[in-house]
């Protein structure tokens, strides 16, 4: 090779791990899920000054300590407000929004409708165990009705929420659950979501086997999805409501328009707001 072609230096998953060391519980189901994003980041040939990676708070939020490329740890809830505000002033970033099932479905629940209705192109990933872990197993959105533990004695008797049937009605652009006990598979989903253009979702059923041990046994009732990946929502729609919450794969793929606001310099500076609002 001349001195006057290019080099090319491949990217490994290596790249995107940071020197610090994972300090969730033995067994967590999230280490094999930052494993999978480092996956797929390499999987897509991206380099970490490409890739900004948002949170907000609890076990699973901790992924942008874990990683190299740019990162933000917000707020309980409100990730993916942060995440879209930082897609739009910056287009060129692949953004990747992370949380967890207490952090995006309950106090960020307003938060997600509205993020799959806009259809910015970034992806958001909900580590769901059933259970908020940070806070010593309180029953979260999905926790089962009725799964018992010292803060839920009988079980809540509440409805469990359905995130996949929610973002797709709320106009996600794709849709997809992944198993953090398949990380090369769960690596896969990720890279098919990051190249979808708009607002992608996978759920990562990742076990919380210190609040729910029960969950160790999920890696014998996960399947691949029977069904093929559709781009209608009406029969993705029919398929989901009589979905388990144990169907593995893309379960819709969409083509909405993104919502991408023209870019340009700003018609205004500093000094003509504050002239604006000069008494």
């Not at 990162?71 to 002033?89: E, I, P």
């Amino acid at each position: 090779m001349s001195t006057a072609e290019a080099v090319v230096t491949r990217i490994s998953a290596a790249d995107f791990k940071s020197d610090y060391k994972p300090i969730w519980c033995p067994g967590c189901g999230d280490y094999s899920v930052l494993s999978s994003i480092t996956k797929a980041f390499a999987a897509l040939s991206l380099a970490p000054h490409q890739v900004a990676v948002v949170s907000g708070i609890g076990c699973s939020s901790r992924i942008p300590a874990y990683t190299s490329c740019y990162g933000f740890h917000g707020v309980h809830g409100r990730a993916l407000a942060a995440g879209t505000g930082l897609k739009l002033a910056r287009p060129d970033l692949t953004v990747l929004v992370a949380g967890g099932d207490g952090d995006g479905y309950s106090i960020g629940g307003n938060h997600f409708l509205h993020a799959c209705r806009r259809n910015v192109d970034m992806t958001y990933i909900v580590m769901d165990n059933h259970v908020y872990g940070m806070t010593k197993g309180q029953p979260s959105p999905t926790t089962e009705p009725d799964w018992e533990s010292k803060f839920s004695p009988g079980g809540t008797g509440l409805r469990v929420f359905h995130p996949l049937v929610v973002a797709l009605a709320a106009g996600a652009n794709f849709v997809a659950r992944a198993f953090s006990g398949d990380p090369n598979g769960t690596a896969d989903i990720l890279a098919q979501a990051i190249r979808t253009p708009g607002f992608s979702f996978v759920e990562i059923l990742s076990p919380c086997v210190t609040f729910r041990p029960d969950q160790r046994e999920w890696k014998n009732v996960v399947r691949p999805a029977p069904v093929e990946t559709t781009d209608d929502p009406v029969l993705a729609a029919r398929r989901l409501l009589t979905d388990d919450g144990f169907n593995i794969g893309v379960l819709y793929s969409g083509n909405r328009p993104v919502y991408a606001p023209p870019m340009g310099k700003g018609a205004k500076t500093p000094a003509d707001l504050e002239e604006e609002f000069a008494l």
